[in-house]
């Protein structure tokens, strides 16, 4: 059985040698000779060896089969990742010293400010072991601004040598002295790298650094103060994008409570978007969307933290076997639901853009299902239209099939961005970015089809899933009725064949998904065989048995 | 030759829509001659005197299934007309 401290051992080994092929390098560059290149050269092929040795005791410490605490995984982890990252820095350091070789004049690069680059390396280098064996996460973030130094240094010289190399003179030796710094910039990526692990030894949870600054800024913006180290930091799969944190200790004006918080970082248009759509819910509907705690913004990216609201999301419900709340919740979003609607209502008709959506996403669906789209075929006198061709009816169609008036829509109603919160016995929508004014149609076939394309097979499974579809899409056809909204069966059939052609993007099995491409077909051929029969739109039956599988 | 040709049709239907995709090959098969066409691509099949119908059916939970083949020997006359 390999211990710990070997591995530890081997890991204390592995830095002191690339802090020694990096002073050699440095040295090396200062004044080469054949010996001082044989050093470089010489520590790299140990420094591989070790890096081996490392990665194969770490995968056998985790693979013996004998606990392992889930901290010393971590740990086990975090070196693998470090040991990688210091082999590429001393194949840098390789590189380095080839690239001397090719000075004309050895001396030409001490015009250069090399020595900070490789003394930052250095200075790196010798404190990683103790952020490791302290796990202060103040360490792991000053070893991971390093990459940036090096790069700003980097393209400092880079700025010197590109005008001079316009000169035409010494054009070897400057294209040289270029490749060094470069292979020096290098060298600060891999520390990123290992100063990102490092920071994963210590939280427990791969996080890139940027989204641990914005995570930083979001909690001092919001008041909370203490060590991130201390959270419970946890991400979210799935279509929650972003991460969970649960802080343990105080939170301002949470009377001393432990809270849980939403944290997302990413793309600047998505955030802000989900920002603006929170805060416009809680003016309307307060305490139906999560509340925004605090909300920052970089350049390209944002960060919101936000209220985590507890509870079951509805595909979890519908999956479950607990039939009375299945019952609770959904009779408690249909109420929801109507309230939102009801008040939200604006008359005047809107345009739908379902056959737009599925053309935009259609390369998306053919990158995962090559065959999801059909060509002209004749069977005797019998014409089949492509689906090229049924796509472009459809828009016609849809044309002359405008929304009669619109509400405030969620914009993805999925299952899963319903949360019911059975305490309270009330509905919360999450994931609100795509909110906006549309039609009620689409956030109900959203729902419906994220129903009817779960992967459940099992008969039992398959009749919950039924019955929640059966019950939501009564409810809006109801509403549709007494609303007297005429078009809502054939915006139904359009907005249904748009959610199940790009569904089949997420869904690999090859009868299921094929199953959602040819009932999306079926659908827009109703609806296009009625809008040119030119009976009323009033006279179309939505085939419902679509929903069902 | 022919050899090897194929046509594939699938797809989702309701009764109306079928018995019409159906009748198409009917008439073919009362005038000896079915035209199947995939993206510009033809296969013509001559239905001779002597057709061999199998008619297949199960049920099986909440899935049923009718299959009907019919299926034919070419003369040699009748595929080299239409080479």
Request: aromatic share 10%.
């Amino acid at each position: 059985m390999i211990s710990f401290e070997s591995i530890e051992d081997n890991f204390k080994f592995i830095l002191l040698e690339t802090q020694g092929i990096v002073q050699a390098t440095r040295d090396f560059v200062d004044a080469p000779s054949p010996d001082s290149y044989d050093g470089v050269i010489g520590r790299d092929d140990y420094i591989d060896n070790l890096k081996n040795v490392i990665e194969n005791q770490c995968y056998r410490r985790i693979h013996t089969g004998q606990a392992v605490s889930e901290e010393e995984v971590q740990q086990i982890r975090a070196i693998q990742i470090i040991a990688v990252n210091l082999e590429r820095i001393a194949d840098n350091c390789v590189n380095i010293a080839r690239q001397v070789g090719y000075l004309e004049d050895p001396g030409f690069i001490r015009s250069y400010d090399y020595a900070v680059l490789f003394e930052k390396v250095l200075a790196s280098l010798t404190d990683i072991y103790p952020t490791f064996r302290e796990h202060t996460l103040s360490g792991a973030l000053a070893i991971c601004k390093i990459e940036y130094e090096l790069d700003r240094l980097y393209k400092e010289t880079f700025d010197i040598i590109m005008p001079r190399l316009r000169t035409g003179q010494s054009v070897q030796n400057l294209i040289t002295t270029l490749f060094i710094f470069r292979y020096l910039e290098r060298m600060g990526d891999a520390l990123l790298n290992v100063g990102e692990a490092l920071i994963f030894a210590i939280i427990g949870q791969r996080i890139k650094v940027h989204q641990f600054q914005a995570l930083q800024e979001s909690l001092d913006k919001a008041g909370f103060n203490g060590s991130l180290s201390r959270l419970n930091f946890e991400p979210i799969w799935g279509t929650r994008s972003g991460c969970r944190i649960s802080r343990v200790g105080d939170v301002p004006g949470g009377e001393g409570r432990p809270q849980e918080i939403i944290f997302k970082e990413g793309n600047l248009a998505k955030i802000r978007a989900e920002r603006e759509s929170l805060e416009r819910w809680e003016r309307l509907f307060s305490g139906l969307a999560p509340r925004v705690i605090s909300y920052h913004e970089e350049r390209h990216t944002a960060s919101l933290l936000e209220e985590f609201l507890p509870g079951y999301t509805l595909d979890e419900i519908a999956v479950g076997t607990d039939r009375g709340r299945a019952e609770r919740a959904l009779t408690e979003l249909k109420g929801t639901l109507r309230r939102v609607w009801s008040e939200t209502r604006r008359a005047g008709p809107i345009a739908t853009d379902y056959v737009g959506q599925i053309e935009k996403r259609l390369h998306h669906v053919r990158n995962v299902h090559p065959h999801f789209s059909r060509s002209e075929q004749y069977l005797g006198g019998s014409k089949v239209m492509s689906s090229r061709e049924l796509l472009s009816r459809a828009e016609a169609a849809e044309r002359k099939l405008p929304a009669p008036f619109s509400v405030l829509t969620h914009g993805d109603l999925n299952a899963n961005n319903v949360v019911y919160n059975e305490e309270k016995g009330r509905i919360h929508f999450i994931d609100l970015h795509r909110s906006r004014h549309g039609d009620y149609v689409q956030d109900v076939s959203v729902f419906l089809i994220s129903n009817c394309r779960m992967p459940l097979f099992e008969a039992e499974a398959r009749t919950r899933l039924h019955k929640v579809i059966e019950e939501l899409l009564s409810f809006a056809a109801g509403l549709a009725r007494e609303w007297e909204d005429g078009t809502f069966g054939a915006r139904m059939a359009t907005a249904l064949a748009r959610s199940l052609y790009t569904s089949t993007r997420f869904e690999l099995n090859p009868g299921f998904s094929k199953e959602m491409y040819l009932r999306a077909h079926f659908l827009l051929e109703k609806v296009v065989a009625h809008h040119e029969s030119e009976a009323p739109w009033g006279s179309f039956t939505l085939p419902s048995e679509v929903l069902y599988y | 030759m022919s050899d090897d040709k194929r046509f594939e049709y699938e797809s989702i239907h309701d009764p109306q829509t079928i018995t019409a995709y159906l009748q198409s090959v009917l008439e073919g098969i009362v005038q000896r001659r079915i035209v199947l066409t995939s993206d510009g691509d033809e296969i013509v099949l001559r239905p001779g005197n002597l057709l061999k119908l199998a008619v297949k059916a199960k049920r099986k939970d909440d899935t049923s299934r009718l299959s009907i083949k019919i299926s034919w020997k070419d003369s040699p006359n009748s595929e080299s007309a239409e080479e």
